[in-house]
């Protein structure tokens, strides 16, 4: 006999501006998953976050009917292309889903650094952080292959989801820092990208408008600066 069973709900605990939140919607929306979204106040944290993220506390966070939440954004991205059907987000060659690993790895690590250090620090400290940020661009640049719209190739894959933050976010931060780390002159193919993605159909659904998220983010320089000065502290 069919199963009458209802394929389990899927909710996403998200927050207005994160550029982590996106990274899980944007993956449903690639893979046709229909979800609610839950608006966290992250001035207020609710006990549904708090249980399904018990060690970090912080957003995103899918749910998956009755199962624990699933955390961290590069994870719920894997988990939604395990999980459902539709578009494959990774790449099928094991070498290049390496490759793809790393390269949001060095996003999250290294290049999330640098361009801390570049837009909430001063003086010299700043501009070294800079110079750095504008390497590691150069390195997610050469990434792309010619000829090629997205990392992924023709459609948008995980790579380009993970680097999401690139297409849309460092504007955000640029102009509250009042700082300039990505321009045509210095990365032509990587803003030509971004422009790609930002403008595809399905993200537009689901990118936050620019100038909001500014104007959620920028009263919380303060703390970006506090953030980086314990970071500079500490190496
Ligand atoms: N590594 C995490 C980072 C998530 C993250 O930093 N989320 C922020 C919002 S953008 C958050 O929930 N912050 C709340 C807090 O730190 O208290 C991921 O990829 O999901």
């Keep these: 006999m069919m199963s009458q069973e209802q394929p389990a709900a899927v909710k996403l605990i998200g927050w207005f501006g994160s550029p982590y939140a996106h990274r899980a919607e944007v993956a449903l929306r690639l893979k046709g998953v229909p979800y609610d979204l839950i608006m966290e106040d992250l001035s207020n944290k609710s006990d549904l976050l708090l249980k399904h993220n018990p060690v970090h506390h912080k957003v995103p966070v899918l749910l998956h009917g009755d199962r624990p939440g699933i955390c961290e954004s590069l994870l719920i991205i894997e988990y939604v292309d395990e999980v459902f059907d539709g578009p494959p987000l990774l790449p099928s060659d094991p070498l290049a889903r390496a490759a793809a690993r790393f390269w949001a790895s060095f996003m999250d690590k290294e290049f999330s650094e640098s361009m801390w250090m570049a837009l909430w620090t001063d003086g010299e400290a700043r501009?070294?952080?800079?110079?750095?940020?504008?390497?590691?661009?150069?390195?997610?640049?050469?990434?792309?292959?010619?000829?090629?719209?997205?990392?992924?190739?023709?459609?948008?894959?995980?790579?380009?989801?993970?680097?999401?933050?690139?297409?849309?976010?460092?504007?955000?931060?640029?102009?509250?820092?009042?700082?300039?780390?990505?321009?045509?002159?210095?990365?032509?193919?990587?803003?030509r990208w971004a422009k790609e993605y930002a403008g595809d159909e399905t993200v537009r659904q689901c990118l936050p408008d620019k100038d909001r998220v500014v104007a959620v983010l920028a009263p919380r320089k303060e703390l970006y600066v506090s953030i980086a000065k314990a970071m500079t502290a500490q190496n």
């Design 127 to 191: 501009a070294a952080a800079a110079r750095e940020t504008k390497a590691n661009l150069t390195l997610i640049e050469g990434q792309l292959t010619e000829g090629k719209r997205f990392f992924g190739g023709d459609t948008i894959g995980y790579l380009d989801i993970a680097l999401s933050g690139i297409a849309h976010w460092i504007g955000v931060f640029e102009e509250i820092a009042g700082v300039r780390l990505l321009t045509e002159e210095e990365h032509p193919a990587l803003c």
